[in-house]
C-alpha cells in the first residue's frame, strides 16, 4: 500500500468530482456534497462518523445503487487493465441493468445487518454471486469459510445462526466472487467490542491477502485505527436554521 | 432473458416460497377459499341450466310442428323443406285414417290394430344408433304395442289390411320384420314405424288402388304427382321452432307447436344466467381484489430481500419475475386445492339429489373447459397482481429497500 502512494500516479479505481446528493424530508433536508474523491486501486479506506452523515448515502453512491443528484465526473475502473467508466452517464441513461450487471461482477456489499437470503443454506448464500456468474468452485469458499471461522455452519439456515456469525457470512459473500472492490457499511456495528475487532481484523486481512480494494464506514475509529485504512476527512454542518444538513467529503 | 438466468429466478422463488411454507400456505388457503365456492356456484349454474336446457332440446316433442287440418303437400314442398337448414326431419304423412294396420303375432292371441307411423334416416324420435325401417317390410314397434304383441327384436309378425273393394270384402297380408323396439318416451300409445313405402301401400290398398311392390291388386294410381295431406315435421332445434312457424303460417298454414313452452324455460334460463352472472361478477370481483391485495402486500413485504437481490447484481427484470413466480405458484396450488373441494362438494351435492334426477343427469357439474377457464383466470389475476407489486419494487432504488427496517 505504501508502495501504490509513492508511485507517481496511482490507478484509480473510484474519481468523483462535483458529487451532491441531495434528500428531502418533511421539515428538513440532508445534502452529502463531494467537491472531489480518489481512490486507488487496492486501498483500504475508512468512512468514519457518527450516524446520520450520510455515511451510508455516500456508500451507496459509490456501490451504484444510489443515484446521486448531480455529478460532474463519476468514473469506476472495473479492474487493473480496464480504462475507466463514465458511471453518471448510465445513471442519466437509466441503465439500471447495465450497473447490476457491473455490481454483480466488480463489487461485494456488506450490510450493517442481515443481507443473507433466509432461505438459503449458509453456503448458498456464499455462493449466490459466484454462481449468478457462472463461476466454477475453485475452493475460495470454502478457504474463506475457513478463515472466518463459519465452515461448521455452511449448511444451515441463516435464522439459526448468531448475529456475529451472519456477519462473518455476510463478508464472506462479499468477498466470494473476489470483486474488484467491496463496501461495508457498518460491519460490525452490532457486534460486541471484541468480536468487532476480531471480524473486523479477519476482514482486513481477507482482502488484502485477495488484492481487493475495500470502504468500510465505521462509527470507531479506535478500531481500525491500527489496520492501515486511509481515513476520508468530512465535516457536516447546519445551514439555515438547522433546515439542511450538509455534509462534505474528501479525499 | 437467457436460460440461466430464468433458473437462477425459478430456484431462488421456490426456494424462498418452500422456506416460508407456512405463509405460502395460507396464501394458497386463501385463494381456494374464495375460488372454490365460485366454482360451486358456476358448477350449479352449468348443472342446473344446462339439465333443463338438455330436457328441451332431447325432447324431439319440442321440436314437431304438427299441421292442424289437411293440406296438399307435393314432393316439391317436400324437397323444399328438407332443404331448408333448421329442418332437422320431415316426412309425409298419409290420412291418418288410412295409416293403420293389424298385427298378429305368434305369441299373442290377440290381432293389435297399431298406427303407422311414417319415418326415415334421422327421425327424432327414434334414438340415435336405433336401427331405421328402410325396407316395406321393416317395422320399429312402439314400446307398448312391443309388450301388447309380446315381440322383441328380430321377431317377425303378420300385419294384415281389409278393404271393401269392387263390392267384396279383402284382406291382405304381408310378413313384417321387427328390426327394433323405440323406447317408452317416443311414442305412447300403439305404433308401428315404417318406412314411407310400406305406409304408402296401406293408404293406396285401402283407396282401391293397386300396391305392386306388395302385390295387391287394384286399380292404377292417378297420373302425376302424389300430394299428401300431412306430415311430420321437426325442426332441427328447439330455437328454430319459432321461425318455422312463423314462416309455414306465413304459407297460410295452420300449425301448432310447443313454442310456447319453450319461450318459457328459455326466458327462465336467460333470467336464471342474469342472476348466476350478476353473482359470478360480484365473486370474481371480490376474488380478484383479494388476491390482488394478497400478493401486493406480499411483494410488499419483500421489498428488502428483493433489494438484496438487486444488490448481488439481479436486474430489475429479474426481480420483477420473482413475484410473479410465487403468485404463479399460489395460483397454481390455490386451483389445485379449489378444484378439490369442488369436486368432493360436486360429488354429494349430486349424491343428495341423486333421487330427484334422470340417469346421467347433475345438478352440478363443470367441464374440463370449466376447469381450464378457472385456472386461467386465477393465474391471469395473480400475475397480473404480483408484477405490478414486483413492479413496483423493482423501480425503487435498491438502496431505499435495503435501509427499511
Same mark, same amino acid.
Given at each position: 500500500?505504501?508502495?501504490?502512494?509513492?508511485?507517481?500516479?496511482?490507478?484509480?479505481?473510484?474519481?468523483?468530482?462535483?458529487?451532491?446528493?441531495?434528500?428531502?424530508?418533511?421539515?428538513?433536508?440532508?445534502?452529502?456534497?463531494?467537491?472531489?474523491?480518489?481512490?486507488?486501486?487496492?486501498?483500504?479506506?475508512?468512512?468514519?462518523?457518527?450516524?446520520?452523515?450520510?455515511?451510508?448515502?455516500?456508500?451507496?453512491?459509490?456501490?451504484?445503487?444510489?443515484?446521486?443528484?448531480?455529478?460532474?465526473?463519476?468514473?469506476?475502473?472495473?479492474?487493473?487493465?480496464?480504462?475507466?467508466?463514465?458511471?453518471?452517464?448510465?445513471?442519466?441513461?437509466?441503465?439500471?441493468?447495465?450497473?447490476?450487471?457491473?455490481?454483480?461482477?466488480?463489487?461485494?456489499?456488506?450490510?450493517?445487518?442481515?443481507?443473507?437470503?433466509?432461505?438459503?443454506?449458509?453456503?448458498?448464500?456464499?455462493?449466490?454471486?459466484?454462481?449468478?456468474?457462472?463461476?466454477?468452485?475453485?475452493?475460495?469458499?470454502?478457504?474463506?469459510?475457513?478463515?472466518?471461522?463459519?465452515?461448521?455452519?455452511?449448511?444451515?439456515?441463516?435464522?439459526?445462526?448468531?448475529?456475529?456469525?451472519?456477519?462473518?457470512?455476510?463478508?464472506?459473500?462479499?468477498?466470494?466472487?473476489?470483486?474488484?472492490?467491496?463496501?461495508?457499511?457498518?460491519?460490525?456495528?452490532?457486534?460486541?467490542?471484541?468480536?468487532?475487532?476480531?471480524?473486523?481484523?479477519?476482514?482486513?486481512?481477507?482482502?488484502?491477502?485477495?488484492?481487493?480494494?475495500?470502504?468500510?464506514?465505521?462509527?470507531?475509529?479506535?478500531?481500525?485505527?491500527?489496520?492501515?485504512?486511509?481515513?476520508?476527512?468530512?465535516?457536516?454542518?447546519?445551514?439555515?436554521?438547522?433546515?439542511?444538513?450538509?455534509?462534505?467529503?474528501?479525499? | 432473458?437467457?436460460?440461466?438466468?430464468?433458473?437462477?429466478?425459478?430456484?431462488?422463488?421456490?426456494?424462498?416460497?418452500?422456506?416460508?411454507?407456512?405463509?405460502?400456505?395460507?396464501?394458497?388457503?386463501?385463494?381456494?377459499?374464495?375460488?372454490?365456492?365460485?366454482?360451486?356456484?358456476?358448477?350449479?349454474?352449468?348443472?342446473?341450466?344446462?339439465?333443463?336446457?338438455?330436457?328441451?332440446?332431447?325432447?324431439?316433442?319440442?321440436?314437431?310442428?304438427?299441421?292442424?287440418?289437411?293440406?296438399?303437400?307435393?314432393?316439391?314442398?317436400?324437397?323444399?323443406?328438407?332443404?331448408?337448414?333448421?329442418?332437422?326431419?320431415?316426412?309425409?304423412?298419409?290420412?291418418?285414417?288410412?295409416?293403420?294396420?293389424?298385427?298378429?303375432?305368434?305369441?299373442?292371441?290377440?290381432?293389435?290394430?297399431?298406427?303407422?307411423?311414417?319415418?326415415?334416416?334421422?327421425?327424432?324420435?327414434?334414438?340415435?344408433?336405433?336401427?331405421?325401417?328402410?325396407?316395406?317390410?321393416?317395422?320399429?314397434?312402439?314400446?307398448? #304395442? +312391443?309388450?301388447? %304383441?309380446? =315381440?322383441? *327384436?328380430? @321377431?317377425?309378425? /303378420? $300385419?294384415?289390411? &281389409?278393404?271393401? !273393394?269392387?263390392?267384396?270384402?279383402?284382406?291382405?297380408?304381408?310378413?313384417?320384420?321387427?328390426?327394433?323396439?323405440?323406447?317408452?318416451?317416443?311414442?305412447?300409445?300403439?305404433?308401428?314405424? #315404417? +318406412?314411407?313405402? %310400406?305406409? =304408402?301401400? *296401406?293408404? @293406396?290398398?285401402? /283407396? $282401391?288402388?293397386? &300396391?305392386?311392390? !306388395?302385390?295387391?291388386?287394384?286399380?292404377?294410381?292417378?297420373?302425376?304427382?302424389?300430394?299428401?295431406?300431412?306430415?311430420?315435421?321437426?325442426?332441427?332445434?328447439?330455437?328454430?321452432?319459432? #321461425?318455422?312457424?312463423?314462416?309455414?303460417?306465413?304459407?297460410?298454414?295452420?300449425?301448432?307447436?310447443?313454442?310456447?313452452?319453450?319461450?318459457?324455460?328459455?326466458?327462465?334460463?336467460?333470467?336464471?344466467?342474469?342472476?348466476?352472472?350478476?353473482?359470478?361478477?360480484?365473486?370474481?370481483?371480490?376474488?380478484?381484489?383479494?388476491?390482488?391485495?394478497?400478493?401486493?402486500?406480499?411483494?410488499?413485504?419483500?421489498?428488502?430481500?428483493?433489494?438484496?437481490?438487486?444488490?448481488?447484481?439481479?436486474?430489475?427484470?429479474?426481480?420483477?419475475?420473482?413475484?410473479?413466480?410465487?403468485?404463479?405458484?399460489?395460483?397454481?396450488?390455490?386451483?389445485?386445492?379449489?378444484?378439490?373441494?369442488?369436486?368432493?362438494?360436486?360429488?354429494?351435492?349430486?349424491?343428495?339429489?341423486?333421487?330427484?334426477?334422470?340417469?346421467?343427469?347433475?345438478?352440478?357439474?363443470?367441464?374440463?373447459?370449466?376447469?381450464?377457464?378457472?385456472?386461467?383466470?386465477?393465474?391471469?389475476?395473480?400475475?397480473?397482481?404480483?408484477?405490478?407489486?414486483?413492479?413496483?419494487?423493482?423501480?425503487?432504488?435498491?438502496?431505499?429497500?435495503?435501509?427499511?427496517?
Amino acid at each position: 500500500m505504501e508502495q501504490e502512494h509513492s508511485t507517481a500516479s496511482p490507478v484509480l479505481i473510484y474519481h468523483l468530482r462535483g458529487v451532491v446528493k441531495t434528500r428531502e424530508a418533511k421539515g428538513s433536508a440532508f445534502r452529502l456534497v463531494v467537491p472531489s474523491l480518489q481512490i486507488a486501486l487496492g486501498e483500504k479506506i475508512a468512512l468514519i462518523g457518527q450516524s446520520g452523515c450520510g455515511k451510508s448515502t455516500l456508500l451507496d453512491i459509490l456501490a451504484l445503487i444510489l443515484r446521486p443528484t448531480e455529478s460532474a465526473a463519476f468514473r469506476f475502473r472495473p479492474e487493473p487493465g480496464a480504462s475507466p467508466l463514465d458511471i453518471s452517464k448510465y445513471w442519466k441513461g437509466k441503465k439500471l441493468n447495465w450497473l447490476g450487471d457491473l455490481r454483480k461482477q466488480r463489487m461485494g456489499y456488506v450490510m450493517q445487518t442481515g443481507g443473507l437470503l433466509p432461505y438459503l443454506s449458509v453456503r448458498e448464500n456464499m455462493t449466490l454471486s459466484r454462481r449468478l456468474l457462472g463461476m466454477r468452485d475453485d475452493g475460495t469458499v470454502d478457504s474463506l469459510a475457513k478463515a472466518l471461522g463459519i465452515h461448521r455452519h455452511m449448511e444451515r439456515l441463516p435464522g439459526l445462526l448468531s448475529v456475529g456469525e451472519r456477519q462473518r457470512v455476510a463478508i464472506a459473500r462479499a468477498l466470494a466472487h473476489r470483486p474488484s472492490i467491496v463496501i461495508a457499511d457498518e460491519p460490525t456495528a452490532p457486534l460486541d467490542p471484541i468480536s468487532a475487532k476480531k471480524i473486523m481484523a479477519i476482514f482486513m486481512e481477507l482482502v488484502e491477502q485477495m488484492n481487493i480494494t475495500v470502504i468500510v464506514a465505521s462509527h470507531d475509529w479506535k478500531h481500525i485505527q491500527r489496520l492501515g485504512l486511509r481515513r476520508l476527512a468530512h465535516h457536516t454542518h447546519q445551514k439555515q436554521d438547522g433546515a439542511i444538513t450538509e455534509t462534505t467529503v474528501t479525499g | 432473458m437467457p436460460v440461466k438466468r430464468i433458473f437462477d429466478v425459478l430456484r431462488l422463488a421456490l426456494r424462498d416460497y418452500s422456506h416460508e411454507w407456512e405463509m405460502s400456505g395460507c396464501f394458497v388457503l386463501a385463494l381456494a377459499a374464495v375460488l372454490a365456492p365460485m366454482m360451486v356456484l358456476f358448477g350449479l349454474k352449468v348443472g342446473v341450466v344446462g339439465s333443463m336446457v338438455e330436457g328441451l332440446v332431447e325432447e324431439p316433442r319440442n321440436r314437431e310442428v304438427r299441421a292442424v287440418g289437411s293440406g296438399h303437400f307435393g314432393p316439391d314442398w317436400f324437397q323444399a323443406m328438407r332443404e331448408r337448414p333448421d329442418v332437422a326431419f320431415v316426412v309425409p304423412r298419409t290420412r291418418s285414417l288410412a295409416a293403420t294396420i293389424q298385427l298378429k303375432s305368434r305369441t299373442a292371441r290377440r290381432i293389435l290394430p297399431v298406427e303407422l307411423i311414417p319415418s326415415g334416416e334421422g327421425d327424432p324420435l327414434l334414438s340415435r344408433g336405433s336401427r331405421i325401417p328402410t325396407q316395406p317390410t321393416e317395422i320399429v314397434l312402439s314400446d307398448s #304395442a +312391443a309388450r301388447r %304383441l309380446k =315381440v322383441k *327384436a328380430g @321377431d317377425k309378425v /303378420d $300385419g294384415s289390411l &281389409a278393404r271393401r !273393394f269392387q263390392g267384396r270384402n279383402e284382406r291382405v297380408h304381408v310378413e313384417l320384420t321387427v328390426i327394433a323396439v323405440a323406447r317408452p318416451a317416443a311414442f305412447s300409445r300403439e305404433g308401428a314405424f #315404417a +318406412a314411407p313405402a %310400406l305406409v =304408402v301401400a *296401406a293408404e @293406396d290398398f285401402r /283407396d $282401391g288402388r293397386a &300396391a305392386t311392390e !306388395f302385390g295387391w291388386e287394384g286399380q292404377a294410381s292417378p297420373e302425376g304427382p302424389r300430394t299428401f295431406p300431412g306430415f311430420r315435421l321437426y325442426a332441427r332445434s328447439i330455437y328454430d321452432v319459432a #321461425a318455422l312457424r312463423d314462416s309455414l303460417t306465413a304459407e297460410g298454414m295452420d300449425v301448432r307447436t310447443q313454442a310456447g313452452d319453450i319461450d318459457r324455460v328459455q326466458s327462465m334460463e336467460r333470467n336464471l344466467t342474469a342472476v348466476f352472472w350478476t353473482i359470478a361478477v360480484i365473486g370474481l370481483l371480490g376474488f380478484s381484489f383479494s388476491l390482488g391485495a394478497s400478493l401486493w402486500a406480499n411483494v410488499d413485504r419483500k421489498r428488502r430481500e428483493l433489494s438484496v437481490l438487486r444488490l448481488v447484481g439481479f436486474r430489475t427484470g429479474d426481480i420483477v419475475w420473482f413475484p410473479v413466480l410465487q403468485a404463479l405458484f399460489t395460483a397454481l396450488l390455490g386451483w389445485g386445492v379449489a378444484s378439490l373441494v369442488y369436486l368432493g362438494v360436486e360429488q354429494s351435492i349430486n349424491r343428495m339429489l341423486a333421487s330427484q334426477l334422470q340417469q346421467g343427469q347433475s345438478v352440478c357439474l363443470l367441464l374440463p373447459e370449466h376447469f381450464m377457464v378457472a385456472v386461467v383466470f386465477t393465474v391471469g389475476s395473480a400475475v397480473v397482481a404480483a408484477g405490478l407489486g414486483g413492479f413496483r419494487a423493482a423501480r425503487i432504488e435498491p438502496s431505499d429497500g435495503l435501509r427499511e427496517i
